[in-house]
């Protein structure tokens, strides 16, 4: 069991150091290039709440294996710099445990290889995990944060901890 932890750790320490310098590499890249590159393996970009310390890379998806690596793109939501509501997901024991620390006002910064986002939390609220119209499409640009609550429950918690979020132009 340790021996499996353990490697749940390296693995995620591992993707997440790989994918940091395959981004940071692609936006030099796009820096001296007229037209931006395409991301390698599913990466949307790199999540940061600088207040919380918060930094995680982001990817497509949402699955159980994107889950323990980074934080996720939820699909049939909205991209970073698109009209409409982003969803991103990550766990609560992870790399969104940080969040129980949001607060109103403070700053999330998207960037992907197309440009850096940034969002004001404008709210949090806790619903159930049937209550998906947080997700809900939207005119404006919206980033929604979803991670499991109560951040310190054992088991599979059977809430979930929504961030919500306005685009600063």
């Known amino acids: ?10 693995d995620t320490w591992m993707f997440q150091k790989e994918q940091r310098r395959q981004f940071e590499s692609l936006l030099t890249d796009r820096a001296a290039a007229a037209s931006p590159p395409a991301a390698a393996s599913g990466v949307i970009g790199l999540l940061d709440i600088p207040r919380l310390g918060l930094s995680v890379m982001v990817v497509e ?12 793109h939820i699909r049939g939501t909205a991209l970073p710099g698109q009209p409409g509501n982003v969803g991103i997901s990550a766990h609560r024991d ?7 620390n949001i607060r109103q006002n403070d700053v999330i910064t998207v960037s992907t290889l197309l440009g850096e986002y940034r969002y004001r939390v ?7 995990p049937s209550d998906v119209e947080v997700l809900d499409p939207t005119q404006t640009q919206i980033l ?3 991670t499991c609550y109560p951040f310190y429950f054992v088991g599979s918690a059977p ?3 929504i961030v919500r979020a306005e685009r600063v132009t």
């Open 159 to 161: 809430d979930r901890f």
């Open 144 to 146: 929604t944060l979803v």
């Open 1 to 10: 069991m340790l021996a499996y932890c353990a490697f749940v750790l390296v």
């Open 61 to 72: 998806g949402a699955g159980a294996r994107n889950l323990r690596r980074a934080a996720g």
């Open 94 to 100: 992870t790399f969104f445990r940080p969040l129980r």
């Open 122 to 128: 404008v709210s949090t609220r806790i619903v159930s």
